[in-house]
Nanobody, 115 residues
Framework: QVQLVESGGGSVQAGGSLKLSCAAS????????MGWYRQAPGKPRDLVAL???????NYSDSAKGRFTISRDNSKNTVYLQMNSLKPEDTAVYYC?????????WGQGTQVTVSS
């Protein structure tokens, strides 16, 4: 069964950095697209960044210039380096992975940025 295991969340002061990791496993098909979404209290789940197996990336406007998404295809792992964090970045961050057959989600990891 497919599993997405997230790590790297936590609490940080505004202006600080965090790096999230998500390791995917259990699929007979390649994870063509991997990425991150986030959901703040009272808000819908929004795209943060996506990356294809060919390293084509897509960022939300709020993430551009501050966050960097990358992946290691040999490990089926996607990363999100978050710099210059703001209180507005506080949310549960969900790992996302997609094959030709299905879409999968991690359980989420809390990121809290204090001012």
């Amino acid at each position: 069964q497919v599993q997405l295991v997230e790590s790297g969340g936590g609490s940080v002061q505004a202006g600080g950095s965090l790096k999230l990791s998500c390791a995917a496993s259990g699929s007979s098909w390649s994870f063509n697209v991997m990425g991150w979404y986030r959901q703040a209290p009272g808000k819908p789940r929004d795209l943060v960044a996506l990356i294809t197996s060919d390293d084509i990336t897509n960022y939300s406007d709020s993430a551009k210039g501050r966050f960097t998404i990358s992946r290691d295809n040999s490990k089926n792992t996607v990363y999100l380096q978050m710099n210059s964090l703001k209180p507005e970045d506080t949310a549960v961050y969900y790992c996302h992975a997609r094959t030709r057959l299905a879409t999968y989600w991690g359980q989420g990891t809390q990121v809290t940025v204090s001012s």
